[in-house]
């Protein structure tokens, strides 16, 4: 065999690995079609909600993992249930540090936002904090706070108020809530009942407690900074 038909051999093996792949890749039209996982638990959601970091992590890595494998095994068409896998796996790249990953995957999801303001709005909370991280190399601390809201500050500055001032309002008014008792409650409401019944989360359910996770490790402690840049600063007449 000549070198020029060895080559060509080759070219055509892999045209058919990746047409074989092609063809082995199920297609998700809707959530409905996604693969089951089932996170069994040893204790309630609420109470693995409060557990340290290596505890509650250990979820966070299955979650991604999985998360990655249907990312990699499987055509999203439908693209709510494409962000809603993307946005699990920014939860557990915050959550376990991988900050230049939740900012490429955090850029994902605003890409596949289909309405204008969306796509503008998308991740305002995600991009400031890994930017004040990048920053400072740090997830607290004087130095990363006051780059967080300089960073926030830049992202509110640079959106044309006449169509996100209602995005806007909501995530002032959602800073103004939040607090632990609320996401424990929350957690105990929505999550514990399945967890009593089956010992278990699904899918849905683990995602749902990554991203509370993300917001009492990670949010709340930045609140009161978001808060203070909005009330001076923002339009009265917005509100």
């Known amino acids: ?128 904090i890994v930017e004040a991280y990048q920053d400072t190399g740090a997830i607290e601390g004087p130095a990363y706070i006051a780059a967080f809201q300089k960073h926030f500050a830049e992202e509110i500055n640079g959106l044309p108020w006449a169509s996100t001032q209602e995005t806007v309002k909501g995530l002032r008014t959602s800073f103004q809530l939040a607090s632990i008792d609320l996401l424990e409650g929350s957690a105990k409401a929505n999550l514990d009942p399945q967890v009593a019944k089956s010992g278990s989360l699904d899918l849905p359910g683990a995602e749902t407690l990554l991203r509370m996770r993300v917001v009492e490790k990670i949010q709340l402690p930045l609140a009161k900074r978001a808060l203070d840049y909005f009330q001076p600063t923002l339009p009265l007449i917005m509100w």
């Open 1 to 128: 065999m000549t070198r020029m038909q060895l080559f060509c051999l080759v070219l055509l093996l892999a045209a058919g690995t990746c047409a074989s792949v092609a063809q082995t890749q199920k297609v998700v039209r809707t959530e409905a079609d996604l693969p089951r996982f089932s996170y069994p638990l040893s204790e309630t959601a609420s109470q693995l909600l409060a557990a340290d970091d290596d505890t509650f992590n250990a979820l966070v890595k299955k979650v991604e993992t999985d998360v990655n494998s249907v990312l990699a095994d499987y055509t999203i068409t439908d693209k709510e249930t494409l962000r809603e896998l993307l946005g699990a796996k920014v939860s557990a790249q915050l959550l376990t540090g991988d900050m230049a990953g939740a900012l490429a995957t955090q850029t994902q999801v605003r890409d596949l936002q289909e309405k204008p303001e969306a796509k503008l709005t998308s991740g305002l909370l995600a991009f400031a």
